[in-house]
DNA sequence: ACCTGAACACCGTTCAAGT
DNA sequence: ACCTGAACACCGTTCAAGT
């Protein structure tokens, strides 16, 4: 059997079943993937998978680490060279378009029961990510576009509103049909000189 | 055999399938629960469900929809009778402690697949569920508490809002490990004259 | 009408065995 | 080290059959 044919055995059979898992799952959802299918993929006999990764929760944990690295990249490419705020607003609807693209592959990011027990590269990733927003939410402090204090919290509020859209989008609770139409929703939350809800001005109030 | 002990001929064995599916999500997840194992808690054969379920996801659905009925009440209950925009604020704190306390049954409402067919009925619930915030929306915006317009729009992104914070408590990506820690979290977005993220006044500009 | 048992084609996981 | 085949205890779903 020449090299082309078996090349599972020099060290790329784990990358080749996180792709095969990461196809699968974009098909047929993260509860229709199955280890003997990805296995079936790579062509290799359908307990290989066993020699890479702990069990099936294990290699779901690494398609969701590959989506968050690719998450960030996502985010900090859109984000691009203007303003703070602006910079924040473009990652947050570059967040709900990685979801609506890749809604499997969101999935398994969040709904994965890979918090159960430890897959630290997986949290890892998950943090590089957070940590990609809190840098914008800073970045608006520092240029006065947001009012200082309270650095997490607001990065976390600001991941929640668009983290909840995404979801709600995915799930098929809005009445926007398409993608276009849920981005210009996010546009509208995070827009109009604020990137949340807003409320009245509280007239006469103090 | 006394009626007793056989119960399920006279209408309610697919009541009890769906609670004691429910009791099976609440212990192992959406995942972990298998008609099978439903249909030998309610004691009746591995495919009597199917008599009242057209198959496993429309059990789910069942399930799904009871939730929904469950957040609408407990909304409203919370909800109480002050002002619309502690009204407001107060049912958005009611949705975030639900999905704390049945992690699985809010799972099973947003992310089991009863979107891919039609289960009317479970859309019919989460109709009503969005129907109450969108009643507490139009009631602040009828006080003078919130701005005029784009009413449904403002629910979807109060909806938003308090979805995130639920799924990302949910999925272990706060720092919060107590859920008083995560309700104080979701008072500060919801508080302090916005139910959003705050951005400083554009100082200056028009 | 409602329920049952046998059957089919799948799973995840384990284990002894091969190179 | 890495991969295989057989085996175990499960699934969801279907179907002919019972009352």
Redesign the pocket.
């Known amino acids: 059997m020449p090299a082309a044919v078996r090349p599972?055995?020099h060290?790329n059979?784990k990358e080749t079943l996180r792709d095969a898992a990461v196809a699968l799952i974009a098909e047929t959802g993260p509860r229709g993937?199955?280890?003997?299918?990805?296995?079936?993929r790579a062509?290799?006999?359908?307990?290989?998978p066993?020699?890479?990764f702990r069990?099936?929760?294990d290699l779901l944990a690494a398609v969701a680490a590959d989506g968050f690295d690719r998450l960030a990249r996502a985010m900090t490419r859109a984000a691009g060279r203007s303003g703070p705020l602006n910079r924040l607003r473009r990652s947050g609807l570059a967040y709900v378009d990685f979801a609506l693209r890749w809604p499997q592959h969101f999935a398994a990011m969040f709904d994965a029961p890979w918090k159960d027990t430890d897959y630290p590269e997986c949290a890892a990733a998950a943090q590089r990510c957070f940590g990609t927003l809190l840098g914008f939410v800073r970045q608006c402090q520092d240029a006065g576009q947001m009012p200082p204090g309270d650095t997490e919290r607001r990065a976390y509020h600001a991941w929640s509103l668009v983290h909840g859209i995404a979801k709600l989008a995915n799930a098929g609770q809005f009445p926007w049909r398409s993608k276009a139409e849920v981005l210009r929703f996010c546009a509208f939350c995070t827009g109009e000189g604020s990137v949340g809800l807003q409320t009245a001005p509280q007239r006469g109030k103090k």
Do not use: I, K
């Open positions: 599972y055995h060290g059979l993937f199955t280890l003997r299918e990805a296995a079936r062509g290799v006999s359908h307990n290989a066993y020699r890479h069990d099936r929760n």
